[in-house]
C-alpha cells in the first residue's frame, strides 16, 4: 500500500487533474460561445466582448478614482499657493504705496483683484452645487472632496 505520503500525492494529483479537466471544458464552453456570438451578433452587441469591457471598466475605475483625488488635490494646492502668493504680493504693494505716499489701491479699486476672487467663489459655487448636501455640511471648505463628488457619485 504505500506510505501515507504517497496517499496525500495522489489525492492532491486527482484534484489536479479534476482542475485541469474542468478549467479545458471551461475554455472549450468559452470558445464555442465566442463563436456563436461572433456569428449571432455584431462587435458592438456581442455579449462576451461587452462582457469583458465593463471588466476592464471596473477594474481601472478605482485607479481613475485615485488618478482623479490626486489631480484635484494638485488643483486644490495651486489654487492656495495663488492665492496665499497673490494676496501677499497685493499687500506688500500696499505696504509700498503707503511708504512711499502713492495712493493705495484697495479692494473696490482694484478690477484685477476682485475678478480674481470672483473667480474662485464661482469655482467654490459651483464644485459646491454639484456636491449634495451631505458633503456640503461634512466637509464645506474641502473643495476637492465636494469636487469628487460631484464628478464620482457615492463616494
Known sequence: MGHPHDYH???VDGLVSLF???????????FKLEKEFQQVYSDNTNPMKLVSRINKIQE??????EQCRELLAAKQDLIDKASTTLV???????KLQASAGVP?????NDPEFANFNQVID?????VR?????????AVSED?????????VPGN
Open 104 to 108: 493705495v489701491i484697495d479692494d473696490s
Open 9 to 11: 500525492h495522489q489525492a
Open 143 to 151: 473643495i476637492n472632496h465636494l469636487l469628487f463628488s460631484a464628478i
Open 129 to 137: 452645487a454639484g456636491a449634495d448636501d451631505e458633503d456640503q455640511e
Open 60 to 65: 481601472e475605475l478605482a485607479s481613475i478614482q
Open 122 to 126: 464661482e469655482w467654490t459655487a459651483q
Open 88 to 94: 501677499g504680493n497685493r499687500s506688500l504693494l500696499q
Open 20 to 30: 485541469t479537466k474542468a478549467n479545458h471544458d471551461l475554455n472549450l464552453v468559452s
